[in-house]
């Protein structure tokens, strides 16, 4: 197969607002509109444009002296970032797509059904890192809510190549009807600092101010700093477990919390993209009216394209 290396030259545009704006200003920007893109071909030889659309058979780009040029898939040089865009177009072409549904449930004198959906989206070149997340879970017992959860999140690393540093700017939403906060928002901006990447394994390192605004039955803003550690391990081809570990200390108030999240994903079928995802994420808030511990944890399958 061919590759094309994607360069991105469009600066985004930060809009402001709180929830859905920085989430698109995070992780949106460029999804629906073209690329500048470089294409190595088998040969060696290069060319650039302007991308117009991918898919498994061809890529078509246009070229700024040769007009729209048709390349097939198999002149392209092999490689690891490319994904085709949806239905044969460029849009979210280069993106690692996710979805992921996970369902449980029982009858008998205590019926129940969970139900939970994912998506995700994530790209990586030379300059940046995207990555959006969503999961939605609900949960019934005889007939009544016993769980409605969202969460959104968006992060943006700029890259800085031939050094281990990187910037993050971050968001996450949050809407629980269980909880007194009901909404919650966070936004973050943290430089960071990898310190190991090779055989299969990735630790970083960040920190930077955070700010965190609750709405509901309570209103509350919060301030703070975090500090954190991220590692990814490979361990064998088509697995993978993903940790991420933050502390937040607020700067009006001597309280804190920790969240650790992990991800164990395993191939299954003997399909690279299709997987079984087990995560569990908890948080620790010493601020919490009630219970200070907040455990979620969940099973799915999982198809990558």
């Not at 007194?180 to 928002?185: D, E, K, V």
Request: glycine fraction near 10%; hydrophobic fraction near 35%; proline fraction near 5%.
């Amino acid at each position: 197969m061919w590759r094309a290396r994607v360069a991105t030259t469009r600066a985004p545009s930060l809009v402001p607002g709180l929830a859905v704006s920085w989430l698109v200003v995070c992780a949106l920007p460029g999804l629906a509109f073209a690329e500048t893109v470089t294409i190595e071909l088998r040969g060696g030889d290069q060319v650039s444009g302007e991308l117009i659309s991918r898919d498994d058979r061809e890529t078509v780009i246009e070229h700024p002296v040769f007009g729209r040029l048709v390349v097939p898939t198999d002149r392209i040089k092999p490689g690891d970032g490319d994904q085709p865009g949806l239905f044969g177009t460029s849009f979210l072409a280069g993106w690692r797509k996710e979805l992921g549904l996970g369902l449980t449930g029982q009858e008998g004198n205590s019926p129940e059904a969970n139900f939970l959906l994912t998506a995700g989206l994530h790209r990586e070149t030379e300059a940046y890192r995207y990555e959006f997340e969503g999961h939605y879970k609900i949960a019934t017992e005889d007939s009544d809510r016993t769980s409605n959860y969202a969460d959104l999140r968006s992060r943006r690393d700029w890259l800085f190549p031939g050094t281990r540093w990187f910037a993050a700017v971050g968001s996450h939403y949050q809407y629980d009807e269980f909880e007194p906060w009901q909404h919650r928002i966070q936004v973050m901006v943290a430089p960071g600092y990898q310190l190991y990447d090779r055989e299969g394994l990735e630790v970083a390192v960040l920190g930077g101010p955070s700010y965190m605004y609750e709405f509901g039955e309570r209103e509350e803003s919060r301030p703070e700093m975090l500090a954190g550690v991220e590692a990814t391990w490979k361990p064998r081809k088509g697995q993978r477990l993903r940790l991420r570990h933050y502390f937040f200390q607020q700067l009006n108030e001597a309280d804190w919390r920790m969240r650790t999240r992990v991800e164990w994903r395993m191939a299954i079928l003997g399909s690279e993209h299709l997987g079984l995802v087990l995560g569990v994420d908890n948080e620790y808030d010493t601020a919490a009216e009630d219970e200070r511990n907040n455990l979620k944890y969940w099973s799915r399958l999982s198809y990558d394209f």
